[in-house]
Structure formats: structure tokens, C-alpha cells
């Protein structure tokens, strides 16, 4: 069996057998000054790509240090093709839909603008380094790529016909949990509105599309950063990589 280490790092580097891998500051602080490694100790690093390596310390000061990767200690697990769409909320429940977005397996993360959006700005590079971190932490190798942004109403008009949109909608609070059903082909979306819900325009756009499914998240109004956990945990289970 491999030996693994349980610190773990995002690194943007291609991985494979001796392959040298820079540190820039944060890193560096972080693994010699926080985690207190030196030079031959060794740590676990992903890039997204290339699954989990296993990296010597070859150097480290203060600022620098360079790894060398050794060994492939878990191949790449990509996440199924769910896309999860979300309207921004406060900041740290922005940060935790995608956190637990990532723990939890999507392939990619929109966050749209929607009639009653809480927000109308996020800092997508805030959001993509709250994802790396969940990544790092949950033992994932992948990283869901968060896009800036954008208008739902723009997505939907390019919207890729094989691909089935799960829509949430509060105003079927209480009617039973549907099994997922797509029309439309084996890819598949995740929508959650803002804390004011869906305006009456847009409900009535979703339902006209082919490729949107309406469903309940059962008898209660969740808010929206546990309606996103509780989708994606049943999506997961029925037709995700959880079986
Ligand atoms: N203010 C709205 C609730 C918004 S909850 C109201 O009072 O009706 C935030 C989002 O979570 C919703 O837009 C919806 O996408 C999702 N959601 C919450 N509870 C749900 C439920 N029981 N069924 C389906 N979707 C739900």
C-alpha cells in the first residue's frame, strides 16, 4: 500500500515522476512555518489533473522551497458532469455553498444573477480559493472550476440541450421528492435561488424549457446553502458516484 500524507496541497504544476514543483509564499509559509516540514519530509499535492502525488521537500526557507514529486498515490477521480447554479447570498454562505459544493461533487460552479439575487458581485477568485481549500481537505482531486458571474437568463439561452436542469422551486414545498427524470440526456444541472426565491417571470421561463425538471426538496423552506446540500445529496444518491 502507499504511504500517504495527510497535508495536502493544490499545487498549478503538470504532476508526474520527478517532476519539480515551485512554492510560492503562501505555500511555503504554510508548510514550513505553520506545518513545520523540512527538507525530506514528505507531503501529498494535486494539481486537478494529474491525480495525488506524493512530493519530497528538497528545499525550504521562509519565503521559497521546491518539491519533488516521487510517486502517484491516488489516481484522478473527476466528479460526475453536474453543474451546480446558484444565486449568491451573504459572503460566508457564498463561501460555504461552494465548499460544500466541492466536498459534496459537482464538475463545475456558476454562480447567476437571478430577479431577487442578494448580491449582484462576488469575488471569483475568493470562491475558486475556498474551493481548492475544500478539495485539499475533503482528499478530493479535483477542483470545480467557479465561473464569474453571469445572468441565469444568459445561461439559459445557451443552454446545451443534453444537458438536464434540475430546478428547485420553494412552491413545491411539501409535495413528495421526485426520483430525477432527464428528457433531454445524461448530463445534468442543479438551480438554487436566493433567499427571496424565484420572481413569478422567471418560474414561468424555467417551466417553458424543455430541458428544466422541477422538483421538492420536501415539506420545509430550506434556505438556500442547505438547499444546495440537500439537492446535491439526493441527485448524488440516485444517480451520482455516492452508490
Ligand atoms: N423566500 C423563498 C424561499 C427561498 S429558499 C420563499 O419563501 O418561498 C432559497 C432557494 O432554495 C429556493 O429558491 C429554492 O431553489 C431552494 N429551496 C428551498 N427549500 C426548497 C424546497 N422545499 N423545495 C424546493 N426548493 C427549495
Redesign the pocket.
Known sequence: MNIRSKIRLFVDTPLGEGQSILLDRDQANYLFNVMRLNIGDYISVFNGKDGEWQADVLHANKRKGILVAKYQSMQQLNPPDLWLLFAPIKKTRTDFIVEKATEMGVSRIFPVNTDYTNSDRIKQSRLQSHSIEAAEQCGGTYVPPVDELSKLTSILKDWPKDRCLI???????GEAVKTFKSSVGDKWAI????????SKNEIKYLKSLEFVTS??????????D??VVAALAIWQKEIGDWK
Open positions: 430546478f428547485c422551486d420553494e412552491n413545491k414545498v438551480l438554487i435561488g436566493p433567499e427571496g426565491g424565484f422538483i421538492s426538496l420536501g415539506p420545509r423552506i430550506l434556505r438556500a442547505t438547499a
